[in-house]
Structure formats: C-alpha cells, structure tokens
Nanobody, 122 residues
C-alpha cells in the first residue's frame, strides 16, 4: 500500500490550499482515512478523517468550519480543502489510512503518505 500526498505550498493568511492523497490499489477499501499535521517542534496531531464507506467525516475543533475532507471513489483519492488558513496551520501534513473505527491517534494508522509542507504567513 502506498499513499501519495501532494498539494502543499506557501500562502498568506486567509488563503486556501487543497491537499490530495492518492492511494495505490485498494488501500482505502473498508477503511478510514485521515489527515494529520505536525507543526515545527510539536507532536503530530489529528486534523480530519473520513470513512471510505459512507463518507462520514470528523474534524479537530481547530479546523471546523475552515477545512473540508472529501473523497473520490473513482480516483481512489482523499482531499483536504483548507480555507481561511492561519499562521498556526503551518505544518507538515500527512495522510494516513487504517481499518476500523476512525481514530484521532496516529498510532492507530498503519499506512502513511510522505507528508507535504503547508506554510501560512501573516
């Protein structure tokens, strides 16, 4: 299983970015997929998650109303639309997938993408 994350970049506060996470094979089948982020010098934290079957979503309080996670079954891809970005959103963003109940704990995910840098300037 391989996950390929892309779409990061540098934007000013208030701007938008869309991250993509493409999976090889059937990595997303019967699974949950989540985005995590790791700010400089801090631990990795949960951002948003989605159930591949059904599409239910869950968000960290810090991004509710600004970020939206979605999926494209045909492309085997999960997206993270990030709007109204703030400097505190600056981090390396990772996608990850796991079977079972959606979790906010990184240790519960067994497949990870390589990370994509998001930098938001004030």
């Amino acid at each position: 299983v391989q996950l390929q994350a892309c779409g990061g970049g540098s934007v000013q506060a208030g701007g938008s970015l869309r991250l993509s996470c493409a999976a090889s094979g059937r990595a997303f089948s019967q699974s949950t997929t989540a985005w995590f982020r790791q700010p400089p010098g801090k631990e990795r934290e949960f951002v948003a998650g989605i159930y591949w079957s059904g599409g239910s979503t869950y968000y960290a309080d810090s991004v509710k109303g600004r970020f939206a996670i979605s999926k494209d079954n045909a492309k085997n891809t999960v997206y993270l639309q990030m709007n109204n970005l703030k400097p505190e959103d600056t981090a390396v963003y990772y996608c990850a997938t796991a079977k079972g109940v959606l979790s906010t704990r990184p240790n519960n995910y067994n497949y990870w993408g390589q990370g994509t840098q998001v930098t938001v300037s004030s």
